[in-house]
């Protein structure tokens, strides 16, 4: 059974997506760094050059790629949650659990990137919450949910892992 972690941008998911696939002794795959391999640029040039929309659909033949994967954990891009088929396909053979943060925390761990696309061009909190706003009925539809803000990536790895035994 896979792990997919979802997510907002700066929620954790490949952090902690990483020490919890090594926790478990399980193959990672990071979706945004696959996709950045397979076009040869990052995510950012993707957006500037072959746009959104593009990434999107990659972004979705990727899902449909990973549903296939057997007991790894994965960790999305923020905006796999906008296609309802991302989520069908992904949860094919998994778990999908949504990390969370506060927007404080969100935006104290943004701040200083240049690597959001999306987070361009604008007040990094404006920008955050108004996207925020737009993602959040599609995070909340995640029954699997854990909070990372202020908490240690391992404090995070414990809870999700309890979590799952519990579950099985
Ligand atoms: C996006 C989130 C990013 C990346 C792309 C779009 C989004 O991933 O996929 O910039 O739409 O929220 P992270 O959530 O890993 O930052």
């Given at each position: 059974m896979?792990?997919?972690?979802?997510?907002?941008?700066?929620?954790?998911?490949?952090?902690?997506?990483?020490?919890?696939?090594?926790?478990?002794?399980?193959?990672?795959?990071?979706?945004?760094?696959?996709?950045?391999?397979?076009?040869?640029?990052?995510?950012?040039?993707?957006?500037?050059?072959?746009?959104?929309?593009?990434?999107?659909?990659?972004e979705a033949e990727l899902a449909r790629r990973m549903g296939e994967e057997r007991d790894a954990v994965i960790a999305c891009g923020g905006g796999v949650v906008l296609n309802r088929e991302n989520l069908e396909n992904l949860s094919r053979n998994g778990i999908?659990?949504?990390?969370?943060?506060?927007?404080?925390?969100?935006?104290?761990?943004?701040?200083?990137?240049?690597?959001?696309?999306?987070?361009?061009?604008?007040?990094?909190?404006?920008?955050?919450?108004?996207?925020?706003?737009?993602?959040q009925p599609f995070y909340d539809r995640i029954e699997f949910k854990v909070d990372t803000s202020g908490r240690s990536v391992d404090e995070v790895v414990d809870e999700i892992a309890d979590k799952l035994r519990a579950r099985c």
């Open positions: 896979n792990i997919i972690l979802i997510g907002f941008m700066g929620s954790g998911k490949t952090v902690v997506g990483k020490a919890l696939a090594e926790r478990l002794g399980r193959a990672f795959f990071d979706m945004d760094s696959i996709i950045e391999e397979e076009q040869g640029m990052t995510v950012a040039e993707i957006f500037r050059t072959k746009g959104e929309k593009f990434f999107r659909l990659w999908v659990v949504c990390l969370d943060a506060d927007l404080d925390t969100l935006v104290n761990r943004l701040k200083d990137m240049d690597d959001r696309p999306l987070l361009e061009g604008g007040e990094t909190r404006k920008r955050v919450e108004s996207l925020l706003a737009e993602r």
